[in-house]
Structures are given as structure tokens and as C-alpha cells.
């Protein structure tokens, strides 16, 4: 069993069937990595997953315990941590009430794990700073350190290059590898850099209006041709 099984899940946005029977499988100690155009339904699978737009029809469970009918709270109570597109950092909130809202939801007061600040160094120095003040890059770091901080079992990223430089991509593509090579998280990653997704990818999976099209071992992306599959 997978940590994460999504099954024949559906979605409308309205009138318009948004995601058709999509299935996601993530392994404990594995990169997914979701690929596909703009517009064909990956940010909308992975709000799905999170809870925060319902799903019409299909199953989604953790360890095997449904959560699909949990709401976006709950499932981080469970373990699922998320990466918005955009990093929809607290703007207004310094770098280390950010990181205390990804434990907001823990019983007592939890203190910041120090792990955090030897992954991304650079918020450590920033602990006072304000979010809105960080640039895009640092942004990106805390939002991936907030998602981590309740220790999810599952972490969910949606375009985590989206807008940043090449060596910040660099250094979170590092702490991707460094989390799933641990062995205990799945990671499931919705990125549009080719590049940066074949290189973390120990699956693969493409999208395209709404349905998928193509999965496989990351290993096998290059011969499959899932470059071309992707490109604009
Ligand atoms: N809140 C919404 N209401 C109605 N339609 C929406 C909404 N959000 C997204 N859509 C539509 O659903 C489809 C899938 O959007 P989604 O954001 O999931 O795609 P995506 O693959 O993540 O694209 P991108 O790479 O551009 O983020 C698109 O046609 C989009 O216009």
C-alpha cells in the first residue's frame, strides 16, 4: 500500500469537469513528480488532496485512513503538509511567526524544530524579518520550512521554482532529495521546470486536460520522451 492512494478522483469547477478519474499513488521515500501544461489540472489535483476544493467522486487515503472527507485542518492534522503555488507567505507576520503558524494547529506551544535552520540556514538570520520582506527565493524556503515544521508524513509542493533563482532552485532541489532519501515522507511535486522535475523524479506522472496521460519510473522520463509530452 502507498502512503498516499488517490483513486478516480473528480472534479468541476461549475459546469466544467476540471479533473477526469485521475489516480496518484506517492511512496514513502519517493519524489512524484506531476507534470503537464498550464491549465490541465494540477494545481486543482493538489488542492484535492489538500481538501480545499471538494472532490465530486473518488478516494483519497493516507496510510490507509480515508481523508477525503477531512477538511484541509484535519489533513494536516494527519500529516499532509502544503506548498502553495505562489508560497502565500504571511506577508505581514516575521519569518518566525510563519513558521509557528505551521504548528498552529498542535496542542501546547511547540517550539520551531531547530532542523528547520539547518536545511534553509538563511531564516535563522531572517527569524525577525518580515515575510513580505524576504525575497522570492527565501519566500519559497519558508514556505517549504513552514509546511515541514508539524513533521508531515506527506509533503505536497506546487511549482516550488515558480519565480526564483537558479541557485535558491538549487538549494531546495538538495533539501528535496535529502527528505525523500530519509524514507520516511512522500513528496508529491507539480513542477512546469523539466529539468529540475526529471532530475527528482522517482515517478512520474503527466497530465493533460484534466486526465492523466502518462506515469512511469523517473529513470524511464527521458526515453519515454515526457519532455515533449510537457513542452510549450
Ligand atoms: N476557482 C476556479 N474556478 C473556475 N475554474 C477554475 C478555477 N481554478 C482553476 N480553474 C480552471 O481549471 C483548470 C485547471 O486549472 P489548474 O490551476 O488546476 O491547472 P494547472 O495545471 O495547475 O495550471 P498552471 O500550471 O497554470 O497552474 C483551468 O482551466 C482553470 O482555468
Known sequence: MSLLE????????????ILRNVSLQAELGQVTVVLGRNGVGKTTLLKSLMGLVPIKSGSITLDGVAIDKATP??????????????????????????????????????PIPAELF?????????????????????????????????????LILDEPTEGIQPNIIKDIGKVIRMLADRGNMAIVLVEQ???????????????????????????????KGVRQLVAI
Open 6 to 17: 488517490a483513486k478516480d478522483i473528480n472534479q468541476y469547477y461549475g459546469g466544467s469537469h
Open 73 to 110: 485542518y484535519e489533513r494536516a492534522r494527519m500529516g499532509v503538509g502544503f506548498v502553495p503555488q505562489g508560497r502565500e507567505i504571511f506577508g505581514r507576520l516575521t519569518v518566525q511567526e510563519n513558521l509557528l503558524m505551521g504548528l498552529a494547529y498542535k496542542k501546547g506551544s511547540t
Open 118 to 154: 539547518e536545511l534553509f540556514p538563511v531564516l535563522k538570520q531572517m527569524l525577525g524579518r518580515r515575510g513580505g520582506d524576504l525575497s522570492g527565493g527565501q519566500q519559497q524556503q519558508l514556505a517549504i520550512a513552514r509546511a515541514l515544521a508539524a513533521g508531515p508524513k506527506l
Open 193 to 223: 521546470y523539466y529539468d529540475f522535475a526529471e532530475e527528482l523524479a522517482d515517478r512520474y506522472v503527466v497530465m493533460e486536460r484534466g486526465e492523466v496521460i502518462a506515469s512511469g519510473p523517473g529513470s524511464e522520463m527521458q526515453a
